[in-house]
């Protein structure tokens, strides 16, 4: 099955806590990306990456890491997380940036930073 | 950038009844894609249906249609005969080839039966 897989699906973590949310996607895309969701804000793009070893920052790359050495994984990193970092990640992938069929999601991990 | 805007946070429809979600955005481009997903509990992301701005004729799939108005950068999403399993939160995302998709901030929906 056609799928992007995102673990964990939650996680509780304290301040200054190093944490990695995993992603993996079984389609062979080139294009990856990480979104946060909150309330009254909507998905807002973290990273996004174009292929192996090609990353960039989106609107709120803040406080956030990548890697793309493996064209089907696309980890997230939190250094240091902090409070403000509590929401719901969303992974997602495409054959393309500008694919016209949009993108598989990942089912979400929530995060909460206490 | 491009944004795209839901104005309406919370929409309540009675059940078989019709609703229609808003979604306004604003671009400068003639080519772009846009897309409504759809967010039940569950968390999973949706695809429920997609326009290309090129294509005059609205899209629809089943129950939901949109009514895409190019000039007033519009695209509505209309679902008809609403069911419960239709409760869910509701993104318009608007995509231009080699950019990213733009989210609007959601509408919740909730079906009364």
């Known amino acids: 099955e056609a799928q992007v897989t995102q673990n964990p699906r939650y996680l509780i973590t304290v301040t200054g806590k190093k944490l990695t949310v995993t992603c993996s996607q079984n389609m062979n895309h080139e294009y990856m990306s990480w979104y946060r969701q909150d309330p009254g804000l909507g998905l807002r793009q973290i990273y996004y990456?174009?292929?192996?070893?090609?990353?960039d920052k989106g609107d709120v790359p803040e406080g956030y890491k990548v890697s793309r050495k493996e064209k089907r994984n696309f980890p997230l990193i939190l250094e240091s997380p902090s409070p403000n970092q509590t929401s719901l990640y969303f992974c997602?992938?495409?054959?393309?940036?500008?694919?016209?069929?949009?993108?598989?999601f990942g089912s979400g991990t929530r995060l909460t930073v206490v | 950038a491009q944004t795209v805007t839901q104005s309406q946070p919370e929409m309540s429809v009675q059940e078989a009844e019709t609703v229609t979600l808003s979604c306004t955005y604003d671009?400068?481009?003639?080519?772009?894609?846009l897309f409504w997903y759809k967010q039940p509990p569950s968390r999973q992301m949706i695809l429920v249906i997609r326009?290309?701005?090129?294509?005059?004729q609205n899209a629809t799939e089943n129950r939901f249609s949109v009514n895409f108005q190019k000039a007033a950068k519009s695209f509505s999403l209309k679902i008809s005969d609403s069911q419960l399993g239709d409760a869910a939160m509701y993104f318009c995302a608007y995509r231009k080839d080699n950019n990213d998709m733009r989210f609007g901030a959601g509408t919740r929906l909730t079906v009364k039966p």
């Open positions: 326009q290309e701005a090129y294509k005059q």
């Open positions: 997602a992938s495409s054959h393309r940036r500008g694919d016209i069929y949009g993108y598989t």
């Open positions: 671009t400068s481009e003639s080519d772009y894609y």
């Open positions: 990456s174009m292929n192996v070893e090609v990353t």
